[in-house]
Every structure is written in C-alpha cells, then in structure tokens.
C-alpha cells in the first residue's frame, strides 16, 4: 500500500527546501513506496499569504535579506526572540496544523526545520495519534536548548555526527529514535562520477589550466564579503557564485584583477564549478561545506561574533577534521590562501577520508520507521481492548 510522507521545510537559507529536495529526489530513484509531498511551513500557518500582503514580503524573505547583506551580529538575542514568539504562538499554530493533518493525512512527517518542532509533533499526536514524526537535523549539531531537539516527545531523530547523536542521547531520548548517518544531506548529483576535462572546462570559461583556483560563495543570495575577498585575491583565478544577487555579480564583473575570474549568478549545477575548483571560501553553513567536501575541496571559513550561532559549531567540527582552515575574520583570506595552497595535498587526503552518504542512508531509516509503526498499530489493534489504554510507542 502506498504511504504518504509529508517532508516539511521552509525558505528560510535555502538549505531545508535543497535537503528536501535532495531527500525526495533519492527516495524516488530507490523506488520507495511511497508518495512524498512537499510542504512548505509558512503555506500552512499562513495559507492566504496574509503576512506578505500586508508587508510585502514573506517571514523568509526578512532572514535571506538579513543574509544578503551580512547582518548577522545579533542573531543569537533574535533567536531567543523567535523561539518566544513560537511558544507564544503555540496554540492557534497547533490547530492550524492540526486541522491540516486531519485533512491531508500523511503516514509519516518528516521535519527538515528547527524551532517549530514542538508544536508540529503536538499537533500531529493530536490529529493522527500513532503516525510516526521525525526530526532530521540538517545543522551538524544542535543549538540547545530546543532549537532542533525537544525534550520529552515520543519522536525520532536522524543526526549527521557524532555530536548532534551525543545531544539527543543528552535530552533522555531512546536509543531506537536515534539514527545515526554518515553526514549532511547533500543533492545526489555531487555523487555522480565525473568525466570533466577540468584543463578544457576552465579554458572554456577564460580560467587558467593548471592553476589553483579558489570557488568563492555565500549561499543563494551572495553576500557583501564576497567583494572585500576578490580585492584581496586579486592574484588568484576565482570563480565567485553569486546567487540570486544581481547587483553583487555586475559589482563582481566591474572589478579588474590580476588573475581571471568567472562570476556566476544563481545555478542548479554547483557540483560542476566545484570540480572546477581547488579549494572553498564562504560562510561555515552545513551544506555548502558538505557540498564542497564531497567534492574534495578543502574549506577556509570565518567564526567570529558575526557567525550564526547555529554555524559555530561547524567551525570546530571543520578544525577537528582538519578539512580546512577556520579565519577570525576575512581580512587574513590572503595569507590563509597561501597556508592552503602550501597544504592542500595534506587538507584533500583529509576530505577523502569522509565518507558522506546521507541522503542515501536516509529513506532506508524512514522506511524502518514506518515498519516498526505499523508493527506497533497491528499490535494494538491484536491486544484485548482492556489492555488498550494508550496508542503504542513507535
């Protein structure tokens, strides 16, 4: 019988809808038996567009601008704030999303977002007792408290390190919600084996053969730093992504340089200007250091007061693995080059040692999930009615 499984992600980085995009496009190639609906949160909570046609602007386009402009100081008061507004929230929110599982009636729900998993899984127990709810980190680690993992909800959790399995392990979940992968999510067409004549490609595109090259970029909407680092590199070939941010690429284009450089606006084939590239420079997000990893390339990042502190953690992870170089700010981005550059035999056997196949590993743990639910509704359906006292456990 086909299941229905609802993948729910907002727009908020870019991120959670590529992860469920990457996860649906997976679950389709293996075959599962399944029907997978995409849903995006803010459609749920807010289905008339109320919000932005009052403003103008969706809840989402408030943090990609934030992003754009590289406005991030602060962020860890404003996400208090949030996470205030949600619980303060909490109950018509809980009954929008409890009347929408009640009409759409999904076998499972698969949560690819923070912050709002409380009143999701409630309102799901509520709606539809017994239908299992999964949270799959897409950070490398949690931010606690409840930012990704709640406390006391009978869900389970997919974790991509050993840290993130160590943080719901922490929160007294049950080790038969927890599972384990092998790393982040990433789009399953940077694991296609690669025929590129990397010489012809960078010819093509005006790039010198047989030069390190570094592939610079800040997520689908750019960001300012981007400029102050092509200044600096003014010597090194450079492939500068730019995302949906115009304005940045024609900046970009205008500056001379001593070395070539391409500028690319948004792309869906990011996997092909990596395999371009030497080595990554951007912003410590989870995807697009999984990204560049897979692809061998080693990374230079920042952590300082401005770094989202949802990222941080990455920094340390990307130090513990010694994948790359961690900047207290940009302003060093010239000489941590020349570091790289030195040690980048040393840093690429380091990315080769990774082996990252979530999005692989996933639909098999989903799937054992709706197995042991179905055995546990058999179950209760089997057992004597005196004994029925509550929906089992899945």
Not at 24 to 42: C, F, G, S
Not at 69 to 88: A, D, F, I, P, Y
Not at 250 to 270: G, I, K
Request: proline residues 7%; hydrophobic residues 40%.
């Amino acid at each position: 019988m086909m299941k229905t499984i609802d993948v729910v992600y907002f727009n908020a980085g870019g991120g959670h809808r590529a992860a469920a995009l990457a996860l649906d496009a997976v679950i389709q190639q293996q075959e599962k038996p399944w029907h997978v609906r995409l849903v995006n949160l803010t459609e749920i909570l807010d289905p008339q567009g109320v919000f932005r046609k009052a403003t103008g602007f969706s809840p989402e386009d408030i943090y990609n601008q934030r992003l754009k402009r590289g406005w991030t100081l602060g962020l860890t008061q404003e996400l208090k704030l949030l996470q205030g507004l949600v619980r303060l929230g909490h109950r018509p929110m809980k009954l929008q999303l409890r009347r929408y599982w009640q009409r759409t009636r999904p076998d499972m729900v698969v949560s690819l977002i923070p912050n709002f998993n409380r009143v999701m899984f409630e309102s799901l127990a509520a709606a539809l007792p017994g239908i299992p709810y999964v949270t799959i980190l897409t950070d490398l680690a949690d931010y606690p408290p409840a930012f990704w993992i709640e406390r006391d909800q009978a869900q389970h959790f997919i974790c991509g390190t050993p840290k993130a399995v160590a943080q719901a392990r922490a929160t007294a979940h049950p080790e038969a919600r927890i599972h384990a992968t092998s790393g982040m999510i990433i789009r399953p067409d940077f694991y296609r084996p690669s025929t590129l004549d990397c010489d012809a490609e960078r010819r093509r595109h005006g790039l010198p053969p047989g030069q390190t090259t570094g592939l610079v970029m800040f997520g689908g909407h750019g960001s300012k730093a981007m400029r102050a680092i092509a200044r600096q590199l003014d010597a090194t070939p450079l492939i500068l992504v730019c995302g949906h941010n115009r304005l940045l690429a024609q900046d970009l284009r205008a500056m001379t340089a001593t070395a070539p450089r391409l500028v690319v606006e948004f792309s869906q084939d990011m996997a092909y200007y990596m395999r371009l590239s030497d080595f990554f420079i951007g912003k410590p997000g989870p995807g697009s250091i999984s990204e560049a990893l897979q692809q061998q390339l080693p990374v230079i990042v920042v952590r300082n007061s401005w770094t989202m502190p949802q990222e941080r953690y990455n920094t340390q992870w990307i130090r513990e693995n010694n994948v790359g170089l961690v900047l207290p700010s940009f302003r060093h981005v010239r000489s941590a080059v020349t570091d790289l550059t030195a040690r980048l035999a040393e840093f690429r056997a380091n990315t080769c040692r990774l082996d990252n196949r979530a999005v692989f590993e996933i639909p098999d743990i989903l799937d054992g999930i709706l197995e042991t639910a179905e055995k546990g509704r058999r179950a209760w359906h089997d057992a004597p009615v005196f004994n029925q006292q509550q929906w089992p456990p899945y």
